[in-house]
């Protein structure tokens, strides 16, 4: 039975990525704000197009639509891991699934779709290589 990408459980084409949080990724109260999630999110997602070996320096993406869910509040000094995983390949887009971790507890899931831009801000189509990648990441047979 295929499981559900979302559904925070790890995978084996999942990447991961720890992060450690600081004070700066807190509130008065400790606890982690909320937009602090995206930015640990964002990191992972450049970590595994750098493994990939596309930079931010070569390729450009933005976000093209985003869904979070908390699911449990993380705090100060909490070693977390982030997850990644594709879910789908367009011709100039990568969704993604990710989920943040503490300890084999799932803290919060999220829903990202991305687009590669051009100099004038345009969508560009995705290397194909990079499709490729994607789609045997995912598991699927064709090039995508």
């Not at 999630?37 to 070569?58: I, M």
């Not at 933005?62 to 908390?70: E, G, K, M």
């Not at 699911?71 to 100039?92: I, Q, Y």
């Amino acid at each position: 039975m295929e499981r559900d990408p979302g559904d925070g459980r790890p995978g084996r084409e999942d990447h991961v990525f720890p992060v450690r949080t600081y004070y700066e990724d807190t509130d008065a109260g400790g606890i982690v704000y909320h937009a602090a999630y995206l930015r640990f999110a964002e990191r992972a997602r450049t970590e595994l197009l750098r493994e990939l070996g596309y930079s931010n320096r070569c390729i450009a993406f933005a976000v093209v639509d985003c869904t979070i869910r908390y699911h449990r509040p993380a705090g100060l000094d909490d070693a977390l891991e982030v997850r990644t995983r594709p879910t789908g390949v367009g011709g100039a887009t990568l969704s993604l699934a990710q989920s943040i971790w503490r300890a084999g507890e799932l803290l919060v899931t999220i829903r990202i779709r991305i687009a590669r831009l051009g100099e004038n801000g345009r969508p560009r189509r995705l290397p194909a290589q990079l499709r490729h990648v994607f789609a045997q990441l995912r598991g699927d047979m064709g090039e995508g």
